[in-house]
């Protein structure tokens, strides 16, 4: 005796098969629920990826529409500030029969024209200039369009074919004289409908 009591040595007893099927099975099923929680974290970075890239993409829009939105207020406000500039430049408009006046008259590439003004022989090609890009930006606006009186354009004679591109050169230097039909050439930069 040991003094452990009656109990001998056992030798050890091989499992049943009953008990070794479940053990594999046991560990079948560990090694599906660890795969099954490794595809469930890869899902949830995979996600928290597609939510980060897609904030990301938000934030840049917003980004880019609030520069598109300042570069438009910018183009506004240089807009608005070349267009009083302009209404500045224009003279007052002469009286009906005044000497020495002449009467401007413009055509637009479309076929269509402005209404008569009449300018003093002394007041400058880039007067008439002025009148016309202020004229086509009221225009445009009248028709909740923003590009005329903006586009760089020359104003050209009839006959002779010139284009008036000296604004400092008075209307008498110019040629113009009595009623004069000018018209507008766009810059071959820009389109017109």
């Known amino acids: 005796r040991t003094g452990r009591g009656d109990y001998g040595e056992r030798e050890?007893?091989?499992?049943?098969?009953?008990?070794?099927?479940?053990?594999?099975?046991?560990?079948?099923?560990?090694?599906?629920?660890?795969?099954s929680l490794e595809a469930d974290r890869e899902k949830e970075?995979?996600?928290?990826?597609?939510?980060?890239?897609?904030?990301?993409?938000?934030?840049?829009?917003?980004?880019?529409?609030?520069q598109r939105e300042e570069e438009a207020q910018a183009r506004k406000e240089r807009v608005s500030k070349q267009m009083e500039e302009a209404r500045a430049a224009i003279p007052p408009e002469p009286a009906a029969g005044a000497a020495e006046s002449v009467v401007v008259?413009?055509?637009?590439?479309?076929?269509?024209?402005?209404?008569?003004?009449?300018?003093?022989?002394?007041?400058?090609?880039?007067?008439?200039?002025?009148?016309?890009?202020?004229?086509l930006h009221d225009r445009a606006a009248a028709e909740g369009r923003t590009d005329d009186g903006l586009a760089d354009f020359d104003l050209v004679t009839n006959m002779p074919v010139k284009a008036l591109r000296d604004k400092e050169v008075t209307c008498a230097d110019a040629g113009l004289t009595g009623q004069t039909l000018l018209m507008v050439q766009y810059h071959p930069a820009v389109a017109r409908d």
């Open 12 to 35: 050890a007893m091989p499992p049943s098969p009953g008990t070794l099927e479940a053990r594999a099975m046991r560990f079948e099923q560990d090694v599906a629920f660890q795969e």
């Open 45 to 66: 970075r995979r996600k928290a990826e597609e939510e980060q890239q897609q904030q990301r993409a938000a934030e840049e829009e917003r980004a880019a529409a609030q």
């Open 105 to 135: 008259v413009v055509r637009l590439p479309d076929g269509s024209r402005l209404a008569p003004r009449r300018f003093l022989s002394q007041h400058t090609v880039g007067h008439v200039h002025s009148f016309v890009r202020v004229t």
